[in-house]
Every structure is written in structure tokens, then in C-alpha cells.
């Protein structure tokens, strides 16, 4: 209970907390929350609000919550802040059209580019052929049109790296190697495969580990914390290839009571008298073993990284465990889930703005049965869809959220008006949007890309 009441404080967008504490407000709806704290509390993803006063300039998705768990992040907040070299990095797979649930990966990829890092966006047409029997022409195809063009259309840029998984050689090497350290019965209970799943579908699985890992490969300076911002859903994957990351490593670090130790895993005679040396040289006191080290005291981090580059100077990987950070879904305009099976629920990037409109305009709302039941009771804007438009995509303003919050709350605003300024500013949106896709179009060479 007492975490569950931790979870929902947390989950709270900002605009909200200034109003008056005996108003319990649960922006999101408890189904969500409840599943959003089973997160938190069954597979360890960490809360976000711990995260955000270390963040200089957090991004709206970030100050409102939207952004509410991650893996590791404080990796990656350390890396922006000193400055040092990081990565963020994502995939599309191209199946159907691009909505506002891929644009918030765009937008986490870009603010990490703005911020620093090193900049990766997957297009996974294996992952698409293999699972969704897409062929290669049209994942090209879907690929550009739907993905690429707006995300640089909302602010990519060149010095980052687009690429098709199949046509990535260096990556696919790495998959295979990853491959070589997965086993068929782990892989299938996380993802369920049974006799009748295709090796490719399983391969695709290992595709996507090493897109997220492959950042950290010499042709690219070497290991270095990488954010993978996702959807809850992508967490298995990050779980896996976290994992993974860390059979790559040649040697186990680990804190023991009193001492660190240093053990070797298939490491040669030659990386363990290197790490041997290695510790020496930076002044530590090194018993040996057979196959391991043990290094009195509690320098955990350090002796890491020291036997980290150790192993990159002998041609090992080296990898850290990527860090993750998890987005909530937003709801359908029709209610329940956002699905490409039900078009009314959704809204394409690409999609006339006047349909889009047209979307808005019969959405389902948090009003009440009739306009005299609203004005007394007021409206439930964490139960509506339109107000999470705002919340999650079309207001900059954190003062101008929490007017309309409270004019809903209040009853002093009604549905028809709100949803007619909304449906105006998605079409404004989505008008600048697909301008700004044309122009893209005409850069593709810039990334790398043949239109
Ligand atoms: N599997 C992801 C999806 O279904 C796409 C993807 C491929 C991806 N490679 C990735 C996501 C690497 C994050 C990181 O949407
Ligand atoms: Fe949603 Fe606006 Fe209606 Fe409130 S007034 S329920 S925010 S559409």
C-alpha cells in the first residue's frame, strides 16, 4: 500500500501538484498505475522521479512523468553532465504508420542528441521481415516514409546514424557473437517462442540486442553508457540484453565482504596476468589466484573500469549493461488501447490534418452524460483522452495545463469547446509536421540514406 501511494505521488504530472492536497488526483487513470507500480516492484525498473533533480533541463516527457521508469539512467545523467562520451539509441520496425507513440522515441532520441550523446535510430526491417513477413522492399519503403523523414523532420541530425539492421554489417557480426551466449530455453520463456517459432523471428530477437549494444564497439570509441528509450513493453528485451552485455565481459567484477574480486571467464593467461599488471600499475594491492583476483577493499567502480579497458586493449568488448528509460502509453482516442487495427483510435504522423480533426472531434472524454451534470460535478480530465493530447503533446505550458485542469475539474469548461481548440492544434501540428517532412525528404542523402 504504502509504495502503491508512493507510486501514484509520482506519477503525477507536475502541473497538478500545485492544487490543493486533499484533491486526490490520479492523472492517469488507477489500471495504469496499478500495472505501472507492478513495474516497478516485479522487475525492478527504477522510478524516474528519483532521476529528474539531476537533470539540468529535463524534457516535458521527463517533468511530467511521462517518462516514469528506467534501468541504469544514472549512467547516462553522469556521462551528459561531466561530459563525457554517451549514446542514445532506438528502433522502428516498419510496419504500419508512424503515430504520436513513435514520434515521443523520435523527440527522446533528439533531446539526447541535443544533449551530448552519440545518436543511433534503427530502421528493423529484419526484425519486420522475419516476424511480420514484410518483404524488403516495402520495410524500405514504410521505413523512409513513415519513420525516417519525421524524424528528421523533428530534429535529427546528420552527425547521428540512421541505418537499415540488414544492411549494418558490423552490428549482424555482433549479433551472432551474441547469439553465441544466449540459450534457446531462456530466450523462449522470455518471449514465449515454442517449436513452431522461425529461427529468423528468434535471430531478430538477437538483432535487436545488438543494435543496442553495438554503440559501444571500437568503430565507434569503445564502451560508453547508452540510453534506449522504449515503451514498458520493450522491457524484456533490455532485461536480455543486459544480460548479455555482461557475458560479453571476459572478467567478473564483484564486491565481496572486504575485497573486490576479479574473476576471469575463459579469460587467457594473458588477459589475466594483463589485469594482474594493470591493477599493480594503478597501485593496488592484487592476491592471485588461479583464476581469479582479489583486490582488498571496496574500489568496486574503479577496479571495473580498469579491467574494462583492459579488456578493450585486448581486443575484448567490454560492454556496460545498457541503460533504459520507459515511457507511458497514451491511451486510444476511442478508448482502451492505441491499436493500428482500429484507425479511429490512433493518429498517423502522416495523416491529413482535417482527418485528424475529425479524430479529435469524436474522442472519448472524461465529460458527463449531459452539460448541467458537468457544470456540478466537473469533468474527469485524467480519464480523457484529449486532455492527455495536451498533456503529452500539445502544450509546452505547465501553467496553461493546469488551467485547463482545473477549469475541467470545475466545471467551468465544457467538451465541445475543449475538443474543438485541441482538434485545432493537432491539425496546426500535423500541417508544420508533414511541411517539415517534405523538406526532409529533400536531406535524406545527408543520413546516409537513397530516397
Ligand atoms: N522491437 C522494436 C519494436 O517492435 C524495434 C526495435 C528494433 C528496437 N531494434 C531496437 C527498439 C533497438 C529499441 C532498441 O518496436
Ligand atoms: Fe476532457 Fe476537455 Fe472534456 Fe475536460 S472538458 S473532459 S479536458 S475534453
Known amino acids: 500500500m504504502e509504495l502503491q501511494l508512493a507510486v501514484l505521488d509520482k506519477l503525477h504530472i507536475s502541473a497538478a501538484k500545485s492544487l490543493p492536497m486533499e484533491v486526490k488526483l490520479d492523472p492517469w487513470g488507477a489500471v495504469q498505475i496499478d500495472d505501472y507500480s507492478k513495474l516497478f516492484e516485479e522487475f525492478g525498473i527504477s522510478s524516474f522521479a528519483e532521476m529528474l533533480p539531476q537533470i539540468d533541463d529535463p524534457h516535458p516527457y521527463m517533468r511530467r512523468h511521462i517518462i516514469f521508469g528506467h534501468r541504469n539512467y544514472g549512467s547516462v545523467q553522469r556521462a551528459m553532465k561531466e561530459g563525457r562520451p554517451f549514446a542514445v539509441l532506438s528502433g522502428f520496425m516498419p510496419s504500419g504508420h508512424a503515430h504520436f507513440g513513435h514520434m515521443m522515441v523520435m523527440n527522446e532520441i533528439i533531446w539526447h542528441q541535443q544533449h551530448g550523446a552519440d545518436a543511433f535510430a534503427a530502421v528493423a526491417n529484419m526484425e519486420a521481415h522475419a516476424v511480420r513477413g514484410i518483404s524488403w522492399e516495402l520495410c524500405r519503403k514504410i521505413g523512409i516514409e513513415d519513420y525516417l523523414l519525421s524524424l528528421i523532420a523533428l530534429g535529427f541530425q546528420p552527425s547521428g546514424h540512421i541505418y537499415f539492421q540488414s544492411e549494418n554489417y558490423p552490428m549482424r557480426n555482433l549479433a551472432f557473437e551474441l547469439a553465441a551466449e544466449a540459450r534457446f530455453s531462456e530466450v523462449s520463456a522470455i518471449y514465449g517462442f515454442s517449436g513452431e517459432t522461425s529461427i529468423g523471428h528468434m535471430e531478430s530477437v538477437m538483432v535487436q540486442s545488438a543494435d543496442i549494444l553495438h554503440p559501444q564497439l571500437s568503430m565507434f570509441g569503445g564502451p560508453k553508457p547508452v540510453v534506449i528509450p522504449v515503451g514498458s513493453d520493450q522491457d524484456a528485451h533490455i532485461r536480455l ?36 599488471e594493470g591493477l599493480k600499475e594503478a597501485g593496488y594491492q592484487v592476491k592471485r589466484y588461479e583464476e581469479h583476483l582479489d583486490i582488498p577493499g571496496n574500489d568496486l567502480e574503479r577496479i571495473d573500469e580498469l579491467i574494462r579497458e583492459i579488456e578493450v586493449k585486448n581486443g575484448e568488448l567490454g560492454f556496460l549493461p545498457p541503460a533504459s528509460i520507459y515511457h507511458r502509453f497514451m491511451t486510444g482516442l476511442t478508448g482502451g488501447k492505441m491499436s493500428s487495427s482500429k484507425p479511429d483510435s490512433y493518429i498517423a504522423l502522416t495523416e491529413p490534418p482535417k482527418e485528424a480533426a475529425g479524430k479529435v472531434m469524436k474522442a ?23 486532455y492527455e493530447f495536451l498533456v503529452f503533446h500539445l502544450s509546452e505550458d505547465d501553467s496553461e495545463l493546469e488551467e485547463i485542469y482545473t477549469a475541467c475539474k470545475s466545471g467551468r469548461q465544457m467538451c465541445g469547446t475543449c475538443k474543438k481548440e485541441v482538434a485545432e492544434r493537432i491539425a496546426r501540428f500535423l500541417a508544420a509536421h508533414q511541411q517539415a517532412r517534405e523538406e526532409a525528404r529533400g536531406r535524406l542523402p545527408e543520413f546516409g540514406i537513397k530516397a
Do not use: H, N, W
Not at 253 to 276: D, F, H, I, N, T
Not at 364 to 372: D, K, P, W
Not at 376 to 384: H, W
Open 241 to 276: 540484453t543486459r544480460d548479455l552485455a555482461y557475458r560479453m565481459r571476459r572478467f567478473l567484477v564483484e564486491q565481496r565482504e572486504g575485497y573486490v574480486s576479479v574473476r576471469g571467464k575463459a579469460a587467457s593467461p594473458q588477459l589475466m596476468g594483463g589485469a594482474e
Open 364 to 386: 472519448i472524454t472524461g465529460g458527463r452524460q449531459s452539460l448541467s451534470e458537468q457544470r456540478k460535478l466537473g469533468g474527469e480530465p485524467e480519464r480523457c483522452a484529449v
